[in-house]
C-alpha cells in the first residue's frame, strides 16, 4: 500500500506531537461581535492611506500607515444602531440556517481559524530538504479574523498567508494576515462591518437589508469601498518582480517575505492606475516571454475583460470582450502561445432567483449551456472572440493548454460535476478530470475523461504553461473540500482509460490540499520541451492529521511510482485547510521589493 512509509507510520506517534499543537476547535454559535478570533499585540491598525509612485516600475501601490500603538474608537450611537439592525438582520431575517453558510459547520475542524504566528523554526523529521527548495512556499486561504455573527462562506475569510521559508536545510514557518483594507477597518472598528458576498445576499428581504446597511455605514464614513472590499484569500502570483496576494473581487495585494521568513504586507497594488477594481486570483505566465495574462469579469457588460502584464509589470491595454452576453462566474481560463481560453460556466449572479425564489445572489442557471471561448491573446478587441458551446461542462479550474497542428487547442481542466451544489454542497460536487480538443477549422469540440477519480486542485510543471504537457498532479477529494491524498496524471493519448500513475495517500485522518511542483532546476527562459525532464522535481503540499492535531509539510519525489515523500517538516502548530499556493525560489525573493 503506497500510503505506507517511514513517515506515515509515525503519523500517530506521541514523540512527533509538538507541545506547540494547536487542536482545531469546536466553533460555538456566535451571537455577540465582541468574539475576537485573531488578536496580537504587534500589530498595527490602518490609520491613513497614501499612495507613493516607483520609479523603477512607474507602479503605484496604496500603501498602509502602521502607528505604535491600536487605535479603537469607543462605539458611538451610530455604530451602536448598525450593530443592533445587523443582529436583527442575522438572527430574525437571515439566520444562518444553511450548513453551507453556518459557522458552527463551515468554522469546525480544522477549518476554524488560527492566530498569526511569527516566524519560528521547524525540526526536519524525515530526510533532509533538496537544495532547489531554498526559497519559501506559501499558500493561502480564509481564515476571518471574528467569529461571524450571521451567515459565513469560506469563501468570504479573511486571507491569511502560511509561509515555509527554506534556506540551507532549515525551514522556519510564519502565518500572517494579509493587511487589506477591509482588514484593518474591521480591526479598528472591533467587529465586522463589510457585507459577505458569497453568504449575505440570499433572498431579497436578507439582500436589501444588509444592502442598505452597508449604505448606511458607507455614508457614515465608517468604511470607503472604493480603497478596497476584498480579503485576499485566494492565491498568490510572482511576476513583474512582485509578488503578490489575489482574489477576484480586488486588487492584487502586494506582500514580501523577510530574511528572518516574516510576512510583509506592502500594500493594494494598481500598476499605475491602469488596473480597475479587481483581477482573477489565477494569472497566467508564460515561462518563455515573462509576460503575464490575467483577466477580470463584471456584472455589467463587458461582462469579461482580458489585459496582459509585460516582463517588467507594466500593464498593457485591457481588451474588453462584447461578444459576452450573460454574466458568469469565470474563475480561471488558460493560455496557449496564440490564444486565451474562457469557460463559460453555469454558475453567476441570478439576481431573478433571489427575488423570486429566494436564494443566493450567486447560484447555478441549469437553462445556461456552458461554452468556451477562444481568443487571440494579442487581440487588441474581441473581434476574433470565437465561442463554442459544449454542454455539461463547467471548468472551474484549468489546468494548462497547448497549440496542437495549425488550428487544434488541447486544454485540461477539472469539470465540476453537479455544479448545482459548488457553492451549498460541496461534499457532493464531484471533480473530473477531462481532455477538451477544439477543433478551430471545423467548429467540432471533443472531449473525454483522463480519470474517474474525485479531483482538485490540479497543477503541472510551471515551467509548461502553454506548452504541450504531459504530467499534472491533483489533490484527491475525499469528499471535497477535503483532500486525502496526491496523483499523478499521465495527460498523453487519447483513448479512453485511467491514467494515474502514481499516487499518495496521506493516511487515516490526514488531509492536505494543493499540491505544488518544484523543478529540480528552475532555469528562467529555457524554451527547450523535454518530456522526460517534466516531472523531474519534487511536489510539496501542507498536511494536516485530524487525530493528533498536528501539521507537517511534506516533500515528494514526483518521479516516484509512489510519490515517495523524501523529506517532512514538522509544523509549530496546525494549518487550516486553504487554497492555492506558489513556491517563489530564493533568487525571487531577492528581487521583490
Known amino acids: 500500500m503506497d500510503a505506507l512509509s517511514p513517515l506515515n507510520s509515525s503519523l500517530h506517534d506521541p514523540r512527533f506531537i509538538s507541545s506547540t499543537v494547536n487542536k482545531p476547535t469546536k466553533i460555538p454559535y456566535p451571537q455577540t461581535p465582541s468574539f475576537h478570533v485573531s488578536v496580537r499585540n504587534e500589530e498595527k491598525p490602518h490609520q491613513q492611506i497614501s499612495s507613493i509612485k516607483d520609479t523603477t516600475t512607474k507602479a503605484r501601490t496604496t500603501l498602509v500607515s502602521t502607528p505604535t500603538a491600536i487605535r479603537r474608537a469607543e462605539p458611538n450611537l451610530l455604530t451602536t444602531l448598525f450593530n443592533t439592525l445587523d443582529y436583527f438582520i442575522n438572527n430574525f431575517i437571515d439566520p444562518p440556517l444553511r450548513p453551507s453558510v453556518d459557522p458552527r459547520y463551515v468554522l469546525s475542524g480544522n477549518f476554524s481559524p488560527v492566530d498569526e504566528l511569527p516566524p519560528t523554526d521547524c525540526p526536519v523529521i524525515l530526510g533532509h530538504l533538496p537544495s532547489c527548495l531554498d526559497g519559501a512556499y506559501i499558500r493561502n486561504g480564509p481564515n476571518p479574523q471574528y467569529l461571524p455573527r450571521g451567515p459565513y462562506h469560506s469563501f468570504d475569510g479573511d486571507g491569511m498567508l502560511h509561509s515555509l521559508r527554506i534556506s540551507g536545510g532549515r525551514a522556519t514557518f510564519c502565518s ?12 479598528n472598528a ?20 444588509r444592502g442598505l446597511l452597508s449604505a448606511a455605514r458607507v455614508l457614515a464614513g465608517s468604511f470607503n469601498p472604493v480603497l478596497g472590499i476584498g480579503v485576499a484569500n485566494t492565491s498568490l502570483a510572482f511576476f513583474g518582480n512582485r509578488l503578490f496576494a489575489l482574489c477576484e473581487s480586488d486588487l492584487p495585494y502586494a506582500v514580501r517575505l523577510t530574511p528572518e521568513g516574516d510576512i510583509e504586507t506592502i500594500g493594494r497594488h494598481d500598476f499605475d492606475g491602469k488596473l480597475f477594481r479587481s483581477m482573477t486570483a489565477h494569472p497566467k505566465t508564460d515561462p518563455e516571454t515573462g509576460e503575464t495574462f490575467a483577466f477580470r469579469y463584471r456584472l455589467v457588460r463587458p461582462f469579461l475583460i482580458l489585459f496582459r502584464f509585460n516582463l517588467d509589470g507594466s500593464k498593457q491595454l485591457d481588451v474588453p470582450v462584447f461578444s459576452m452576453i450573460r454574466q458568469s462566474l469565470i474563475h480561471d481560463f488558460a493560455i496557449t502561445k496564440k490564444y486565451a481560453i474562457f469557460p463559460d460556466i453555469q454558475i453567476g449572479m441570478n439576481p431573478l432567483e433571489m427575488i423570486f425564489r429566494g436564494r443566493s445572489l450567486v447560484g447555478y442557471d441549469p437553462k445556461k449551456i456552458p461554452r468556451i471561448g477562444v481568443i487571440p491573446r494579442y487581440a487588441k478587441d474581441d473581434s476574433e472572440m470565437r465561442w463554442f458551446e459544449v454542454a455539461g461542462l463547467n471548468m472551474m479550474h484549468g489546468i494548462n493548454a497547448w497549440d496542437e497542428e495549425e488550428d487544434v487547442i488541447v486544454l485540461i481542466g477539472l469539470n465540476i460535476i453537479s455544479v448545482e451544489h459548488m457553492l451549498e454542497k460541496m461534499d457532493l460536487v464531484h471533480g473530473s478530470v477531462e481532455k477538451v480538443r477544439i477543433d478551430l477549422k471545423t467548429g467540432i469540440v471533443t472531449r473525454f475523461p483522463v480519470s474517474a477519480r474525485n479531483m482538485e486542485f490540479g497543477v503541472i510543471n510551471p515551467g509548461y504553461v502553454g506548452k504541450k504537457t504531459r504530467y499534472s498532479y491533483l489533490g484527491i477529494g475525499d469528499p471535497l473540500p477535503k483532500i486525502s491524498g496526491v496523483v499523478k496524471l499521465d495527460l498523453s493519448g487519447s483513448e479512453h482509460k485511467e491514467r494515474t500513475i502514481a499516487c499518495r495517500m496521506f493516511g487515516e485522518g490526514c488531509y492536505g490540499g494543493e499540491p505544488f511542483f518544484v523543478a529540480k532546476s528552475r532555469e528562467p527562459g529555457n524554451s527547450e520541451v523535454n518530456m522526460e525532464a517534466e516531472d523531474d522535481g519534487y511536489v510539496v503540499t ?7 492535531g498536528e501539521s507537517r509539510f511534506l516533500v515528494m519525489d514526483a518521479k516516484s511510482p509512489s510519490l515517495e515523500i523524501v523529506a517532512a517538516v514538522m509544523l509549530p502548530r496546525r494549518v487550516p ?3 492555492h499556493g506558489i513556491f517563489v525560489g530564493e533568487s525571487d525573493l531577492q528581487k521583490v521589493y
Open 190 to 209: 472591533g467587529t465586522p462591518l463589510f457585507p459577505n458576498l458569497f453568504s449575505g445576499f440570499h433572498g431579497l428581504t436578507a439582500t436589501l437589508g
Open 577 to 579: 485547510y486553504g487554497f
Open 542 to 548: 501542507y498536511m494536516h492529521n485530524e487525530i493528533t
Open 176 to 187: 500572517r494576515y494579509v493587511k487589506t483594507y477591509r482588514y484593518y477597518v474591521e480591526r
